[in-house]
């Protein structure tokens, strides 16, 4: 028997006001297949849905999936098992999950599936829970049949970031997409910045004062200031010859 989904508020965000403003250039841009699209307008949609779920520094040729492209052309399967399948992609895996905590992907898959914030920490709690139960293809089944995806997007739309900026706003929210695809807690583990495959570790006072090279570094600097020093006192005293003369 699997855990229920725990219950959890929603706090109020932009998306949860009712929108009356007029269509423009600042409202995001609906990619669907409710019409008939021609064979670039289907290109134009694929990017978008990779541009949505992958981070942008994730849109390499290697992360296409080829074989969900040419399904979704050929009208086997929605938009929405679209999305699923990149999601369960093993590019994405392996990018995303891979790299994060449950809590952190928990909130990106958020963000890119049901295109909002997370509302609290409980919501973050809850969906954890349920990725923890029932698994990765679970916890997205979850959020593409749920009824917050089905309302907004229904199975012919792609996922967008849901009223990111509302009139009279000199400026919007951040793009999900834009947004760091880990949290701090991998990017610490991250190895050391390596030059020409040797580790070079980062320069800090305490690494410096480890060096080998330490007592090079501070004579030479010493000795630099020294003569800097005398040069500026045999100036001072007009004791220095003048070079060029006027």
């Not at 600042?26 to 949609?45: C, F, K």
């Not at 020093?229 to 070079?243: D, E, I, M, V, Y």
């Amino acid at each position: 028997m699997s855990i229920p989904l725990l219950e959890y508020a929603p706090s109020s965000q932009n998306q949860r006001v009712a929108s009356f403003e007029i269509p423009g250039d600042e409202q995001p841009r609906i990619y669907t297949t409710d019409n008939l699209l021609s064979a670039t307008e289907m290109d134009v949609l694929i990017l978008a849905a990779y541009r949505q779920i992958f981070h942008e520094q994730q849109m390499l040729s290697c992360n296409r999936q080829i074989f969900l492209e040419s399904q979704l052309k050929a009208g086997q399967i929605t938009v929405k098992e679209f999305i699923r399948g990149l999601v369960l992609s093993d590019s994405f895996r392996r990018l995303n999950y891979d790299a994060n905590n449950n809590y952190r992907f928990v909130e990106l898959c958020v963000q890119r599936i049901l295109g909002r914030r997370i509302y609290s920490d409980r919501e973050k709690l809850a969906w954890s829970i349920v990725l923890a139960t029932k698994g990765l293809v679970g916890f997205v089944q979850e959020l593409v049949n749920s009824d917050e995806y089905l309302d907004n997007f229904g199975d012919n739309t792609v996922p967008y970031q849901r009223r990111r900026v509302l009139p009279q706003r000199s400026q919007g929210e951040l793009p999900f997409e834009r947004m760091a695809r880990y949290g701090t807690d991998y990017r610490d583990k991250l190895p050391l910045v390596t030059v020409g495959y040797k580790p070079v570790q980062r320069l800090t006072l305490q690494t410096f004062l480890r060096s080998p090279n330490r007592d090079l570094v501070l004579l030479t600097l010493g000795s630099g200031a020294s003569l800097i020093l005398a040069l500026s006192l045999l100036t001072l005293f007009g004791l220095f010859p003048q070079l060029f003369p006027y």
